[in-house]
């Protein structure tokens, strides 16, 4: 099982040396989420300063740009890393979409489907495969002079993920994604049985990435530090009708109802109280510093290719290098079997 995280980037100025730290902790992949910085930016830094490390976004706002500029930024990142990006992609909801972004929004698992498969008529015609003749619903790309060509991959194609709740964005990935990266607002309970079924078959070589939000401390004042960093996100999260399905899955359903009708009024500061603990403790990965690697393997094991832990609302100043080791050693552990 590959270890990720994903961090909370301040826009370029020392991404490179918050990436090298994540290498140096031990982490396979490290990837950036857009919300008030560009995903991308701080990934060519992150490129500079890194050998072996996985680079991506996770994730990025689809919706809000074209095929050919998320082909574009995806083969120069791919460059960049020498062969190590994931482009991993998500929708975003409506308001974001129409009232931040000024871009159109309609039936987003068919766009998702057609958008990703229009960058790979793109990365088709770079590499010479075929001409660019892409026709489609959402999306048409049928103009590709010599001086607008990059020419062919010369580190092949960056891996293309796309991050899914509902069970119809789940299943383009599984349908035409290399990944799908599901959100942290998510039981073991829903992954089984709302993820897992509408992903169905897939390909040999898919990644599966389920993303923990941890609140972990090493006494007992840090960790319920991270528990209301936690309580908070995740009252932020479940006003959001696409992920009430989890709630209703805890038997919780009237907690959305409630914290969507305080979003609409703007008191995110009187969300926070509303989630109690039992709900904290079945979405987030809760425990102490010393066995929070073990909790975050019971949630995952027989499920995810890999497992991506964060914790945005309050990052660990050491990048949970610690919790890195501990997974590592288990895994391995796992992986030995027991002695003969």
């Not at 979409?97 to 698992?109: L, N, V």
Request: net charge negative; with cysteine.
């Amino acid at each position: 099982m590959q270890l990720f995280t994903t961090v909370p980037v301040g826009g370029v100025p020392g991404a490179g040396q918050l990436f090298s730290e994540l290498e140096a902790a031990g982490y396979d992949g490290a990837f950036t989420y857009e919300t008030s910085h560009d995903p991308f930016l701080p990934l060519v830094a992150a490129a500079e300063r890194t050998t072996t490390l996985r680079l991506g976004t996770g994730v990025a706002i689809a919706f809000a740009r074209t095929p050919m500029v998320l082909a574009m930024v995806g083969r120069d990142l791919q460059d960049a890393s020498r062969g190590r990006f994931t482009l991993g992609l998500g929708s975003q909801i409506r308001p974001h979409i129409t009232r931040r972004y000024s871009m159109p929004w309609s039936r987003p698992a068919a766009r998702m489907r057609e958008l990703v498969l229009a960058i790979r008529a793109i990365w088709d015609a770079w590499d010479g495969t075929a001409p660019l003749d892409f026709r489609g619903e959402f999306y048409t790309h049928t103009l590709m002079t010599p001086v607008f060509n990059p020419g062919p991959h010369q580190f092949g194609r960056a891996r293309l993920h796309v991050a899914g709740v509902g069970p119809k964005m789940v299943a383009v990935a599984g349908g035409v994604g290399d990944g799908l990266v599901t959100h942290p607002f998510a039981t073991r309970q829903s992954l089984e049985q709302l993820v897992l079924p509408a992903l169905g078959h897939t390909p040999p070589g898919f990644e599966l990435v389920v993303v923990c939000m941890v609140a972990t401390g090493a006494t007992g004042a840090d960790l319920d530090a991270s528990v209301e960093a936690a309580r908070g996100q995740l009252a932020f999260y479940g006003s959001t009708p696409a992920y009430a399905p989890v709630l209703d899955l805890l038997g919780r359903g009237d907690l959305h109802q409630r914290l969507n009708a305080l979003s609409k009024e703007g008191r995110w500061d009187d969300m926070t109280a509303l989630v109690p603990d039992d709900v904290v403790e079945s979405i987030a990965v809760v425990g102490r510093r010393d066995e929070i690697a073990g909790l975050v393997l019971e949630r995952v094991s027989g499920i995810a290719d890999a497992v991506s832990i964060e914790c945005t609302r309050r990052p660990d100043p050491t990048h949970f290098a610690d919790v890195v080791a501990d997974l590592r050693a288990r895994l391995a552990g796992a992986t030995a079997g027991p002695p003969q």
